[in-house]
């Protein structure tokens, strides 16, 4: 999974980027610091490894990892190449899903883009620039597909007119993402990567003293563009969020304590972006490695398999599965068999979260 963090210059991005991924991006208090996109692997957090990990005696611990992108601040007029244009429009295209960081927190050392802190107009001003984007390549498709229509091709025409549907939202700068598609166009839509079709999480950026309460004038702006948009929102310091990343687990846990924060930006944002994707994790255990492996919510076993190597897949057999829960009461995965904890599972069985499995399969 990989997530394009965007957002006006200076709103906090690269400071958010460094707090959830360490990678230590260049943080600046001037527009376009960040050229290149950074990208940072990050673990998520998942407590069920470590319990399985000491009931396994295991060697190694792999938790499922989350590919996180610090795309550069878009301006207006970046669909036209005004600040570092449609490079960075190009990186967006590549992700799964837009963390959108809005600045909500008022300090006059460090300088605005736009000159005042109008979380509306900021959001405003990239979901524009995106549409416009998205306008350009697909005004451009239906021009291309006008003539080739009069076939008669029906997924062709399916997707023209779904395209001509998108349009016209794009044109009065409505996102994608907020019109209904039915299943056939849903599968099309997918082929085209549209900036605006792709799910957004709002990380509302607050200061340190905003921390108690969370809500100011302008995270609750954000709060209302999410609701009307169908969008997420996460709120969080990334200032602080930064500051505890260089800190050990204890200090930081102590350092929480004292501001009042129960989770991490990080652990906000994965819970966030699993949602919004549909994902969970599976977990596999051994004495050699406990893991989380990552798939959609409604996959059934032989895809789950593939997800570890394509010959499990191919040559599935069945799947022994257990709760975390019940192994965990039982204390081992042949006390949970001996109490019938344990079941064989087929091809149609749908994968819950949590499951440990153990596959069986055909080399």
Known sequence: ??????????????????????????????????????????????????????????????????????????????????????????????????????????????????????????????????????LEQVTKILEKNAKLVKTGDKSLITSV????????????????????????????????????????????????????KKDNEYVLQVKQIAKDEDAK???????????LVALDKEEREMFKAELGIKTSGLEQLVVASYDLLGLMSYLTAGEKEVRAWTITKGTKAPQAAGKIHTDFEKGFIKAEIVSFDDLVEAGSFLKAKEKGKVRMEGKEYIVQDGDVVLFRFNN
Do not use: W
């Open 1 to 134: 999974m990989k997530i394009g963090v965007v957002g006006l210059p200076n709103v906090g991005k690269s400071s958010l980027f460094n707090a959830i991924t360490e990678a230590g991006a260049e943080s600046a208090n001037y527009p376009f610091c960040t050229i290149e996109p950074n990208v940072g692997i990050v673990d998520v957090p998942d407590e069920r490894l470590d319990v399985l990990g000491k009931m396994y005696n295991t060697q190694k611990i792999t938790p499922a990892s989350i590919e996180f992108v610090d795309i550069a601040g878009l301006v207006a007029g970046a669909s036209h190449g005004e600040g570092l244009g449609n490079k960075f429009l190009s990186h967006i295209r590549e992700v799964d899903a837009i963390v959108h960081v809005v600045r909500c927190f008022d300090n006059e050392k460090i300088i605005h883009v736009s000159g005042s802190i109008d979380p509306k107009r900021d959001i405003e001003t990239i979901e524009m620039e995106l549409a416009l984007a998205d």
């Open 161 to 212: 007119n779904m395209l001509s549907k998108i349009k016209e939202a794009l044109e009065v700068g409505k996102q994608a993402r907020t019109l209904e598609f039915n299943d056939d166009e849903k599968k099309i839509l997918k082929n085209f990567s549209l900036l605006t079709a792709k799910p957004v999480i709002f990380v509302a950026n607050i200061g340190e003293e905003d921390l108690a």
């Open 233 to 243: 929102v996460v709120v969080l310091s990334a200032k602080i969020e930064e500051e």
